[in-house]
């Protein structure tokens, strides 16, 4: 069974993604605005890299996978930033 919850990462893990967004200094809501734009590019099962400094990115762009049919595979923390990866859906949104 695939567990589809996203689980923290390590540096020592390596994070394969085939595009990368960085939302540093950016606020709510333009991390999720620009990752959707950004997702919207890429097809169905590759892998978006997001960079976020905003607290309330750890909560939105969760939000906006579930509500979109994208999947978050993995979170980590760097000092301040929030990293995040995520995997495009089927769906468009």
Request: negative net charge.
């Amino acid at each position: 069974m695939q567990d589809d919850t996203a689980r923290p990462i390590s540096e020592s893990d390596a994070w394969q993604f085939d595009a990368a967004l960085d939302a540093g200094g950016l606020k709510c809501p333009l991390p999720v605005l620009k990752a959707r734009k950004a997702l919207l590019a890429l097809r169905p099962d590759q892998r978006l890299r997001v960079t976020a400094t905003d607290p309330l990115a750890a909560i939105d762009l969760p939000h906006f996978c579930a509500e979109s049919g994208h999947r978050l595979v993995a979170t980590a923390t760097q000092g301040p930033r929030l990293l995040f990866l995520v995997e495009r859906g089927e769906t468009a949104g």
